[in-house]
C-alpha cells in the first residue's frame, strides 16, 4: 500500500483521536470558572458542589488528553523525519512555548483543582481554577501558532537545499501571528466552549430526565445555555473571517470547499451538492453570488477557482467539499438549538419538555462533529502540501519507514486507541451515574 496515504492515515487516527478531549477541557475550564465563581459570589453551597462533579469530569478528560496527546509528537520524528527537520526549528519554539508556559501551569494548579477542596482557602482554589481554565487556552495558543505557520508560513527564511533545507525563524511574532493564526485561534476556542457547554447540557438533560438531582441539574443547564449561545454565534462569526483570509492566503482550498472551477469568476455558496472532479464540475443547490457576496459584499465579486491551478497542487475536492458543508450544516443547528435552549428558559418549559431533552442528550455529539470535521477540512484542504507552498506532503516523508511497519503500528494504535475510548466511556459513564455529591440539608433548602 501507499506509504504516504497509511502516514497519513496513522497521523490523522491519532489527531482524531486526541482531538476529542482538549476541546472538552477548554470548553469545561471556563464553565468551572463559572461556576466556581457563583459559589464564591452567593455562598450557596449547591455551587460548590457542581464545580467539585464537574471537577472530576475535568480531570478524566484532562488524563485522556494528555496520553493521547504524546504519541503524536513521536510520529513526527518516526514517520515524519523529513518534515520534523523542515520545521523543527519553527515547532520547536512554539511546543516548547506550550510546554513551558501552558502546560505546566496548567497541570501545576491540576493538583490543587482536584485535591485542595479541604487544604486551601476558598479564593485559593478559585484562583487555581480559573489559572488551570487560562492554562488550557494558553496551551491551545500555542498548537494554533505551529498549525496556523503550515498554513500560512510567515516570518522565516529557507537555509540548505534540498533535503537538507529548513524553515529558520527570522521574526518569532510574525511566526505567532501568522495571517490565519488569529481567525483559527478564535475558531478553535468557540468550538471548545461549545463543545464544553454541550457536555454539560447532555449530562444535565439526563440528570432531568430520570428524575435525579434536579436542582443541580437545572443550574448547570443555566450557566451552560449562555456559554452554549455566545459560542454558537461567535463560531459563524469566526468561520465567516476565517473565510475571508482563504481569499488571500489559500485561494485553492477556498475553491475545494465550495467547488468552484471557473479560474476568475463569481462564485455561489451550495448548502449541499456533489463535486466530479473528473468533469470539473459541481452539481448540488446553491445559492448564486453569496460567497461572493460574503467576500466583497458584492455578488459579482470574481473568486478564484481550481482551474487556476495545475492539477497537482489542489486538494481532493469532493472530500474537502463534504466535510466542510457537513460542518457548517451542523454549525447551524447548534445555532438553532443554542436560540432554542435560550428562548424555552425564558419562556420557563425547557425543563418540562421530555422529547427537547432527549434531542439535548444526543447533542454533545454534534460539536465534536463540528470540530473532527472542521480540522478534516483545513488539513486536507491544504494538500497536497504539509507547509503550504513549501514542503510536499510525499516529500516530508521518512525515507527509512516501510509500508508494512506503519500498517503494524496502524493496527497497534487503533487497538489501544479503542481500548482507552472504551475505558474513557466506562469511568465517564460510572461518574455521571453515581451523580453529584450533594449535601441533604442543600436538596432540602432547595426542594423547600
Known sequence: MDLELLSRVQFGLTIAFHYIFPPLSIGLGLILVIMEGMYMKTGDRLYHNMTRFWVKIFGLIFA??????????????????????????????????????????????????????????????????????????????????????????????????????????????????????????????????????????SVSAFYILRKKHLDFARASIKIAIPVALVASLLQLATGHSSAETLVETQPAKLAAFEGHYAVSAPAGMYLFGWVNEEDEKTIGLQ??????????????????????????????????FQSYHIMVGIGMILILLALFNAYGWWRKWLFEKRWYLKILIIAVLLPQLANQLGWFSAEVGRQPWIVYGLLRTSDALSVSVGSGQVITSLILFSLIYLLLFALFIYLLNEKIQHGPEIEAAIQEGHMA
Open 287 to 320: 445559492i448564486p453570488g453569496l460567497l461572493s457576496f460574503m467576500i466583497g459584499l458584492d455578488a459579482d465579486t470574481p473568486v478564484t477557482g481550481l482551474k487556476a491551478f495545475p492539477s497537482e497542487d489542489r486538494p481532493p475536492v469532493n472530500l474537502v
Open 64 to 201: 485522556l488528553g494528555v496520553a493521547s496527546g504524546i504519541v503524536m509528537e513521536f510520529q513526527f520524528g518516526t514517520n515524519w523525519a523529513t518534515y520534523s527537520r523542515f520545521v523543527g526549528d519553527v515547532f520547536g519554539s512554539a511546543l516548547a512555548a506550550e510546554g513551558v508556559f501552558a502546560f505546566f501551569l496548567e497541570s501545576g494548579f491540576l493538583a490543587i483543582l482536584l485535591f485542595g477542596w479541604d487544604k486551601v482557602k476558598p479564593r485559593t482554589h478559585f484562583i487555581s481554577t480559573i489559572l488551570v481554565a487560562f492554562g488550557a487556552h494558553f496551551s491551545a495558543i500555542w498548537i494554533v501558532v505551529a498549525n496556523s505557520w503550515q498554513q500560512t508560513p510567515a516570518g522565516h527564511h529557507i537555509v540548505g537545499v534540498g533535503d537538507a533545507a529548513r524553515a529558520e525563524i527570522v521574526d518569532f511574532w510574525q511566526v505567532v501571528f501568522s495571517p490565519s493564526f488569529l481567525d483559527r485561534i478564535s475558531h478553535v476556542y468557540m468550538g471548545a466552549w461549545q463543545a464544553g457547554a454541550f457536555f454539560v447540557l
